[in-house]
């Protein structure tokens, strides 16, 4: 049976972004990311940035709490803390762009939230530290923190967004189908693997 | 540049074992398994039974204390646990098998022992729970204990043994090179995906 689902989870800088869009051109897939990240926003009354950076965080990290929202949010998510209501709109924007066609979506817990479904294939990129490193660095620049100190700070973030809405451990082998170290394997080869994978599994 | 030393880790009933000596028979390769519990045997004086069982769980688990070993173990390590002993044993008999020649290596810790090997390529296979249970009352037969317990327990004494050794977490994907869910995969494609990538990454 084709997949018609993949999803992409992925270590900071192991290229995983990379290996999703490559990955949706191989199969002729929409690549969700960006556009995920605008209907959540829609959807919610949140900017893009806020979605962008704070829908792969832990609830601590959230500060802003339901009161400050901005007007326009549906009531009946009063109550809730933003980050938890941010959650809330996600899984609901990924399980209906799931429904609606063939796609490939990026981190989030879209695993988690499409686990049932027979027709995805849920991918886990990782690299080595120095790889991971380099890459940031080539990609987005230099900054005050250590390459190696954002790289840790990042996972981390995502790390405790997984447990805490999914009680799963991040990077548990048992929650994909397919793990990649794409240092080693290389950016182009892990992504044909996955296509050829998803037409014929 | 090939791959000289393929480590299979798995789940209990997952077909790690038959992908493993497939890909040993794919790649031309000896494959390690039975005759490293012999080898380990010979050198420690432990029954080869002993080893097979113990070699994998947590030295919690060990009753045996080194004052009951059998004659002819080396007085180096007096003062060690069996399961200590066991495990240094263990570790330097995979050390210089993979020194040797080709081969792969099922179990047993090895990914974490030779994980500074460039030339080798260190693999988790797991599956769904059902799949696995229907295979191990089809290969070892039914027991007093539910297929479902057999399995719960098995995997996590190879947890704990590979926690208490390495200081890792067992099913991790960073961990490994590669990680595969053998129940949507099938074993014969999970075989030929790690040949072909032995061959050449």
């Given at each position: 049976?084709?997949?018609?689902?993949?999803?992409?989870?992925?270590?900071?800088?192991?290229?995983?972004?990379?290996?999703?869009?490559?990955?949706?051109?191989?199969?002729?897939?929409?690549?969700?990311?960006?556009?995920?990240?605008?209907?959540?926003a829609l959807e919610t009354g949140f900017d893009?940035?806020?979605?962008?950076?704070?829908?792969?965080?832990?609830?601590?990290?959230?500060?802003?709490?339901?009161?400050?929202m901005p007007p326009g949010v549906p009531g009946v998510m009063?109550?809730?803390?933003?980050?938890?209501f941010?959650?809330?709109m996600?899984?609901?924007?990924?399980?209906?762009?799931?429904?609606?066609?063939?796609?490939?979506?990026?981190?989030?817990?879209?695993?988690?939230?499409?686990?049932?479904?027979?027709?995805?294939?849920?991918?886990?990129?990782?690299?080595?530290?120095?790889?991971?490193?380099?890459?940031?660095?080539?990609?987005?620049?230099?900054?005050?923190?250590?390459?190696?100190?954002?790289?840790?700070?990042?996972?981390?973030?995502?790390?405790?967004?997984?447990?805490?809405?999914?009680?799963?451990?991040?990077?548990?082998?048992?929650?994909?189908?397919?793990?990649?170290?794409?240092?080693?394997?290389?950016?182009?080869?892990?992504?044909?693997?996955?296509?050829?994978?998803?037409?014929?599994?």
């Amino acid at each position: 049976m084709d997949k018609r689902v993949i999803t992409i989870s992925r270590e900071f800088g192991s290229g995983g972004r990379t290996i999703a869009r490559k990955v949706a051109t191989g199969l002729g897939y929409r690549y969700y990311d960006k556009e995920l990240v605008e209907q959540v926003a829609l959807e919610t009354g949140f900017d893009p940035q806020y979605v962008e950076e704070r829908g792969e965080e832990a609830p601590g990290n959230s500060s802003l709490s339901y009161s400050f929202m901005p007007p326009g949010v549906p009531g009946v998510m009063q109550g809730m803390s933003a980050a938890d209501f941010l959650w809330s709109m996600q899984r609901s924007v990924i399980l209906s762009l799931a429904d609606k066609e063939p796609c490939v979506i990026v981190g989030r817990c879209a695993d988690f939230i499409l686990r049932d479904r027979a027709d995805s294939l849920h991918i886990f990129i990782h690299a080595d530290d120095a790889f991971r490193a380099k890459r940031i660095v080539s990609l987005y620049g230099e900054s005050e923190t250590s390459p190696e100190k954002r790289l840790q700070e990042k996972d981390r973030k995502r790390m405790l967004n997984y447990r805490h809405y999914t009680h799963r451990e991040w990077g548990m082998c048992q929650n994909y189908h397919l793990s990649l170290r794409s240092d080693v394997i290389g950016i182009d080869r892990c992504a044909d693997l996955i296509v050829s994978l998803a037409k014929d599994v």
